[in-house]
């Protein structure tokens, strides 16, 4: 649809494909907050109330590939800057070609958010898709010194924000 707005009424638009996001300001409720900041939420909170244990969904083996939501908006506005850039003719993964267990992920979050009760995975509730991870290389291509937030870092900006608005 891109490519025809553009041959017709000379329109240039730019499409991304994002992985799964989070970062502080996304809901405090963790059945509508995105998966990574609902299990940051639960964990706060469970710490919070000193609870023994947390549930999370599945055997934690998929693997999934994150995009901190500061980062996404830093591309977003050097795309709207650069938009006359050779590579924007065709959809661009937001991607860094790297993904995390759901396992791994429950580990960092349990240690950043230095929670000492269990993990309960329940393997009643589906894993999902094995494997999420998008190809980098037209990304690269496009934004070649673009520098994505170190995780860790931007997962403990993440636990402060629902440290922050705690009671929720």
């Keep these: 649809m891109s490519e025809c707005y553009k ?3 000379g329109f240039r638009s730019i499409n991304f494909f994002v992985p799964n996001m989070y970062g502080p300001h996304d809901s405090t409720d963790p059945n509508k907050a995105h998966a990574l900041n609902a299990l ?5 909170k469970a710490k919070k109330e000193n609870k023994k244990e ?18 996404c908006a830093a591309i977003f506005l050097q795309a709207v800057e650069k938009i006359e850039a050779v590579g924007f003719d065709e959809p661009v993964n ?24 269990d993990i309960v995975w329940n393997r009643n509730m589906p894993d999902g898709a094995p494997r999420k991870v998008m190809d980098d290389t037209r990304f690269r291509k496009i934004f070649p010194e673009f520098n ?10 993440t636990i402060k924000y629902y440290e922050s608005v705690y009671p929720y």
């Design 94 to 117: 937001i991607g860094q070609n790297f993904g995390l267990s759901i396992r791994e992920l429950v580990r960092i979050i349990k240690n950043e958010t230095s929670f000492k009760g």
């Design 40 to 44: 940051i939420s639960k964990a706060v």
């Design 54 to 71: 947390i549930e999370v969904w599945g055997s934690g083996i998929a693997i999934r590939e994150w995009l901190y939501a500061k980062d």
């Design 7 to 9: 041959m017709q009424y």
């Design 148 to 157: 994505f937030t170190d995780f860790n870092a931007g997962i403990r900006e």
